[in-house]
């Protein structure tokens, strides 16, 4: 297809700060792997981009819904020496926009839709991780494609959703076609743009924490998109109390809709002293750590793997903070607990097993609390860098 079309463009300048070297996968003027050390000045822009041709294992999507991320409002703001709060991986100018679903409208040869096996014929409803992983560097040949180290991240250093249209290589899509009965209309793209933060939850829980026991107790701490998700996963796993820790009251209230059975305000009551009496003085199975906050929330868990009455509990740290957690070693030791960090949300069967809990009924739509059109999405952006009211706002193409 030719011709042309617009993206919101993250544009910022190259300045690193003192000391700054580049890394290995660094390209001056270009790419880094340490946002925050490099980016200054950032803003969003309209840019116009021919519209891109498939090779012969890409598809090209037209974009139907575009979750808007923290990473997004992160990229877009900056702190007062101007520079970008996001830390990771990016490279500007860039299309934003990575939490999407579309429809396929080409595709080359040897672009295969896994769920059938065979090529993409075009029309298909589909979304994708937005974790480019090489498929060739060690971690990549050893299945662990969350830790490649020749990463490229959609809407983070390669072109994003918040455009018409969007270049892709196969191997990421996923196939939304199994929640078509469930999801009408609109509604397959809306829960197929929450596929993503879903999956970094499933990711946490099932592939990293290693799952419950139908029955477990299980925490979650902090009540964003993928604390909220995990307590969704946890509860279809089986749990038999899912609680949750959030000074938010309507995200709590999402929570609670979605699959917690309890939600704590940590301003308000001991969170600790809580789970200890919502369990009988068990405890809990499974910890997720999702508010990045760990220095604030750690000690409430520790308390918990203390006086609580259940050996072998892990913690999933799964929120991104560059940030020592007070961990006691004594009681990891004497209450037979363990630690894992967790990241990303590509392979282990993750993306297909949430579209198939999605299309099962574990119903994630209502974290999508608003939805914005073109017009709405670059001013949307820039309103979250101060409100965190909504869970989730949605881009919805015309
Ligand atoms: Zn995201
Ligand atoms: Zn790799």
Redesign the pocket.
């Known amino acids: 297809m030719k011709g042309k079309m617009e993206g919101v463009t993250l544009v910022a300048d190259w300045d690193p700060k003192p000391g700054f070297k580049l890394g290995a996968k660094d390209v001056e003027g270009r790419q880094t792997y340490l946002g925050s050390q490099v980016w200054r000045n950032p803003r969003l822009e309209v840019r116009e981009y021919d519209i891109p041709t498939p090779g012969p294992s890409e598809v090209l999507l037209e974009v139907k819904a575009c979750g808007i991320?923290?990473?997004d409002v992160h990229m877009a703001q900056a702190d007062q020496d101007g520079y970008i709060f996001y830390p990771g991986l990016t490279g500007f100018p860039c299309i934003l926009g990575?939490?999407f679903s579309g429809v396929v409208v080409e595709a080359g040869k040897n672009a295969f839709d896994k769920r059938t096996n065979k090529p993409f014929r075009g029309g298909e409803r589909v979304t994708s991780e937005e974790m480019l992983w090489c498929g060739n560097c060690r971690p990549c040949a050893d299945g662990q494609p969350n830790h490649c180290e020749r990463l490229d991240e959609v809407g983070f250093n390669v072109n994003g959703a918040y455009a018409k249209y969007l270049l892709l290589p196969s191997r990421t899509i996923w196939s939304l076609e199994p929640m078509a009965d469930r999801y009408p209309g609109d509604e397959i793209f809306i829960a197929g743009s929450l596929v993503?933060?879903t999956s970094v939850a499933y990711n946490a829980v099932i592939e990293r924490g290693g799952g419950i026991r139908p029955g477990d107790r299980a925490v979650v701490l902090g009540g964003g998109p993928i604390g909220i998700a995990a307590c969704a996963i946890l509860k279809r796993a089986g749990a038999s109390k899912v609680i949750l820790s959030e000074t938010q009251e309507e995200r709590a209230a999402i929570a609670l809709a979605l699959g917690a059975d309890f939600a704590v305000n940590p301003l308000k009551e001991s969170f600790a002293d809580r789970v200890l009496e919502l369990t009988e003085g068990m405890g809990a199975d499974l910890f997720v750590e999702a508010t990045g906050l760990p220095t604030v929330v750690y000690p409430d868990i520790e308390r918990v793997i203390w006086e609580g009455r259940t050996l072998n509990s892990t913690v999933v740290v799964t929120a991104r903070a560059d940030a020592k957690m007070p961990v006691t070693g004594e009681v990891l030791q004497v209450r037979r607990g363990r630690m894992i960090g967790a990241q990303g949300h590509s392979g282990h069967g993750n993306f297909p097993r949430v579209i198939d809990c999605m299309a099962d009924g574990m119903d994630m739509t209502p974290m999508s609390t608003k939805k914005v059109g073109r017009t709405d999405l670059l001013e949307s952006i820039i309103r979250l860098q101060t409100d965190r009211k909504e869970c989730k706002i949605t881009y919805l193409a015309g």
């Open positions: 991320c923290g990473s990575h939490e993503e933060p």
